[in-house]
């Protein structure tokens, strides 16, 4: 018995350094995100200078928007050192800290690790971080990360009064500086008073990762967390055609690292694209668990449906009379009264706009109702199985 787990513990891996597949990590290099940190230098330089500045970033999802800010802070807070200036920044993440305290407590905690949790109102934690800056004589720059759950949630109050830190003359040598990161435009959650301090000027806008870009991405991975020549070039140009749909070079890593474990579950020595491919399924499995949790019965019954109709006649496509019919039966199956014909409508428009079904005309210019439904992304029988264990 021991033997087996130990030969599976000391198996050979094809992976040499897991921790450079966490998104934590932070690559010496970002590939093809060079103007973007020498913008970010651009306007940041005045700290040097003692002036704080205030600066957005936004782009989509896994765009490099946290990994980019975190990158230029190291930077310039080492070359403020060498020069002889203490620039400090602090990363929060405001998803995790919604209202001003939890976010002040996050700033103070850089400071101070016991600063206690509780028992200070807003006004006395800032006033608290302006000794902290005085006695230090430091200045700081402060990265919002997810910055929309907080304006969202609490208003852009603390953003405000953090901005007007710097124009008190005691406050002179220790500015404190901005860095706001969110995946939509923010200008819109701010009121006046702090719109005025963040000018359209002081915007830095990422761009989805083309499939080039991402394939420069995985390759930069590979090299750094795989053993030599255990990856396929194929492999990287599939994860890099599997992500360019969302431009993600969070999910691309993502698809890496599951396809280095799955070439590891079996003992090779090499990831295929069939690894890749077991891999996206896994994930895309993951996602769909969650989204479906969000569809109420019936329209987890049209879907369990069409994913049975599909399955068992092995086609790409159903149309929308048989679906309706098998939407019928299951229901009876489930002692559930089917809905009007209205509402079956309704319901695969629903599930269309989540994301879980295509739904096309079935010939060019034919005139009628009929359509065809298809599973875009996920096997038949994955949602079949998912939507069954929610039924039960
Ligand atoms: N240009 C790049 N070169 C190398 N790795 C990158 C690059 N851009 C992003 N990554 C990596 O991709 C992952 C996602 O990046 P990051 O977390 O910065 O995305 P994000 O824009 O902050 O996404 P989100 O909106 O979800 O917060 C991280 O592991 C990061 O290290
Ligand atoms: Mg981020």
Wanted: with cysteine; proline share 3%.
């Amino acid at each position: 018995m021991s033997n087996i787990i130990e030969d599976e513990l000391l198996s050979s891996t094809v992976i040499k350094n897991p921790n450079i597949l966490d998104f934590d990590y932070i690559p010496e290099e970002l590939v093809h995100r060079d103007d973007q940190l020498k913008y970010l230098a651009q306007m940041f330089k005045p700290l040097l200078s003692n002036v704080s500045q205030n600066v957005i970033i936004k782009g989509p999802i896994g765009t490099g928007k946290s990994v980019i800010a975190k990158k230029f802070c190291i930077s310039l807070t080492n070359l403020a050192r060498k020069q002889g200036n203490i620039i400090e920044y602090v990363h929060i993440n405001c998803r995790k800290r919604t209202t001003d305290s939890m976010t002040l407590l996050g700033i103070l905690n850089h400071f101070d690790s016991r600063f206690p949790d509780r028992g200070f109102s807003v006004q006395e934690m800032l006033q608290v971080l302006k000794k902290q800056l005085i006695r230090k004589n430091t200045q700081i720059l402060i990265i919002l990360d997810e910055v929309d759950s907080l304006l969202k949630k609490s208003g852009s109050n603390l953003i405000y009064n953090l901005t007007r830190f710097s124009d008190e003359s005691s406050l002179e040598k220790t500015p404190v500086s901005l860095l706001l990161i969110s995946q939509k435009d923010i200008l819109p959650l701010l009121d006046i008073a702090a719109l005025s301090t963040f000018k359209r000027s002081n915007v830095l806008s990422l761009d989805k990762y083309t499939r080039d870009e991402l394939f420069d991405i995985i390759s930069q991975r590979v090299k750094l967390a795989f053993h030599t020549e255990s990856v396929d070039l194929d492999s990287i140009d599939l994860i890099s055609d599997i992500a360019s749909e969302w431009g993600d070079a969070r999910f691309a890593i993502e698809l890496l690292w599951k396809a280095g474990i799955a070439a590891d579950h079996q003992h090779v020595e090499r990831v295929t694209p069939e690894h890749v491919r077991a891999a996206k399924a896994e994930t895309y499995s993951i996602v769909t668990e969650s989204k479906l949790k969000n569809l109420e019965k019936h329209q987890l019954l049209t879907l369990y449906a069409i994913a049975k109709r599909l399955k068992k006649d092995q086609t790409a496509y159903v149309n929308t009379g048989k679906a309706e019919k098998t939407y019928i039966l299951t229901c009876e199956e489930y002692e559930e009264k089917p809905r009007t014909h209205t509402m079956f409508w309704n319901y695969l428009k629903e599930i269309e706009n989540a994301g879980f079904i295509n739904i096309k005309p079935s010939s060019k210019g034919h005139i009628g109702t009929t359509q065809l439904i298809s599973l875009p992304d996920i096997p038949a029988e994955i949602v079949r199985e998912k939507v069954e264990k929610l039924l039960k």
